[in-house]
């Protein structure tokens, strides 16, 4: 198989498994609304938001630093290698998770009147320690996502992403109906990265069974040296996952409004499904550039990331536009409650999806071709123009500030990761395509409004938004494939073309 229609599938399968989490995950936060009060329901998402800061320490060096050099071992056939990278790995994250568990259990009080004030002493207790035990056992499940990943088993990881959210969103509405509370889904989380991990670990099993076979051999210096180009990609990627969570925990510190919290964490998952969309369809993108460059196919890898930034602004842009116009329809309809600031802080956040998506890929590429030090060094500056934005604009802006405190730090990061790629790849984005489509989208985001004052959308908002949408987005489309800028065509005889083989 070439490796355009290698990707190509992989990128499917991602996309499909996407769809499924991303549908499980979000039925569970409609849910978890309708069901809990709401500082419980904020008290949950922000000890998530707390977990997902705390998880890059647990898993520094080695998530998802190790997935390249899994691939390059694979490459040379050296299971031996392979095996003993994962475990050795898997060892220093193992023993940091069970130091933290002890902590949050005994310090629970106190942690929890820190973070969460507004909470229920008790209630925020038990949610502190079961997210606590939820960290520290999503180290086995990353560990065993990422070696799937570089082994090129994406339809397995995909397998176990849905297991684990499914068994979240069955879990929680049991708990939840016999009245444990926010502790239902904390719980329900525990149990569904065990699974999980059962089935990333059979997955392996089943389909790696010579790497089952193979021998043990404790290698230092070859964990050492992964640890030492991983460093700076668990900065990477565990800080670009930073970003979203450090809003949300510094609205519950700043604005002490459990309301606000649960605002934000109706407009987050909203677009989060799209952002999630995203980030599965690049997901395979730092093994296939690792393959690539390991193969001495800088050219090919070039031309793919050049379509893949044009992309970014045809495919986004004009979803981005519509999105905004018809995003508070679709909370209504969903949460049936009252959703207060959530639509905006969304608008905001679907119009910058441009800059989350083109931030994410520009960090794979960069891991994908071994520059992990400038992949680091952009999400470091990110993040700290992110807690500088957070702090200037929650206190003035609520929900609003925290989002557009997002947008401008993934812009940032952007930049600064694309002057990365310029030193080792020709591949930059065209500017002529952001401009035309920016363009493009100011008649789209007219017709929206129009479609909203029209008699159809008073008399049935849902419906119209729902068959009006699609077919603006498709006609958008459409328009950008007539005027040269899609090069949908171009992309379909690139997979055909036999590039070179998996």
């Not at 499924?20 to 978890?32: D, K, M």
């Not at 088993?153 to 397998?159: C, D, F, N, T």
Request: hydrophobic share 60%; net charge positive.
């Amino acid at each position: 198989m070439n490796y355009g229609r290698q990707y190509a599938l992989q990128t499917l399968i991602a996309l499909s498994s996407a769809v499924a989490t991303g549908v499980l995950f979000y039925i569970l936060r409609i849910i978890l609304y309708r069901d809990l009060p709401p500082e419980q329901y904020a008290l949950f998402y922000a000890a998530l938001a707390v977990s997902a800061i705390v998880y890059p320490a647990l898993s520094f060096g080695f998530e998802p630093g190790i997935v390249p050099h899994i691939t390059r071992l694979r490459e040379q056939n050296d299971l031996i290698g392979v095996k003993s990278l994962v475990i050795g790995a898997l060892a220093p994250q193992a023993l940091l998770a069970c130091i933290l568990l002890v902590v949050a259990c005994a310090g629970a009080k106190p942690l929890s009147a820190l973070l969460f004030p507004w909470a229920p002493e008790a209630m925020a207790q038990s949610v502190v320690r079961l997210v606590a035990a939820y960290t520290a056992f999503v180290v086995l499940l990353k560990t065993a996502s990422s070696l799937l990943l570089g082994l090129q088993s994406i339809a397995s990881r995909s397998l176990a992403e849905v297991a684990y959210a499914a068994v979240c969103l069955l879990g929680s509405v049991i708990f939840i109906r016999h009245g444990a509370g926010a502790g239902g889904p904390a719980f329900a989380y525990v149990l569904a990265v065990l699974a999980g991990s059962a089935v990333a670990i059979g997955c392996v099993l089943a389909l790696h069974p010579a790497l089952a076979r193979a021998p043990f051999r404790l290698d230092l210096p070859l964990v050492a040296n992964v640890f030492r180009s991983g460093k700076y990609l668990t900065i990477a990627f565990g800080g670009a996952a930073v970003f979203s969570s450090l809003d949300t925990a510094m609205l519950s510190l700043l604005r002490n409004n459990p309301r606000e919290v649960a605002d934000y964490q109706i407009a987050a998952p909203t677009i989060m499904i799209f952002y999630g969309l995203l980030m599965a369809g690049m997901r395979n993108t730092m093994p296939m550039a690792a393959l690539l460059w390991h193969r001495g196919e800088s050219q090919l890898l070039a031309r793919s990331a050049s379509r893949a930034f044009d992309a970014a602004a045809v495919f986004l842009l004009p979803g981005a536009t519509l999105a905004a116009c018809f995003s508070d329809v679709l909370m209504a309809a969903l949460f049936r409650r009252p959703v207060y600031e959530a639509p905006a802080a969304f608008n905001i956040l679907a119009m910058g999806s441009a800059f989350y998506c083109t931030c994410w890929f520009s960090l794979q590429l960069l891991a994908g071709i071994g520059h992990t030090m400038g992949a680091a060094r952009a999400v470091l500056w990110g993040i700290a123009a992110n807690a500088a934005l957070n702090l200037a604009l929650i206190p003035l802006a609520g929900v609003r500030g925290a989002a557009t405190a997002t947008i401008l730090s993934h812009a940032a990061t952007t930049a600064l990761a694309l002057m990365a790629i310029r030193r080792e790849l020709p591949a930059v984005m065209r500017p002529h395509v952001w401009l035309a489509t920016s363009m493009l989208c100011i008649p789209l985001a007219f017709t929206g409004v129009a479609i909203r004052c029209s008699t159809w959308f008073l008399e049935a908002p849902i419906l119209t938004a729902c068959m009006a949408a699609p077919m603006l987005y498709i006609a958008a489309i459409l328009i950008l494939e007539a005027l040269g800028l899609a090069r949908l065509r171009e992309l379909s005889a690139n997979i055909r073309q036999q590039d070179g083989r998996i």
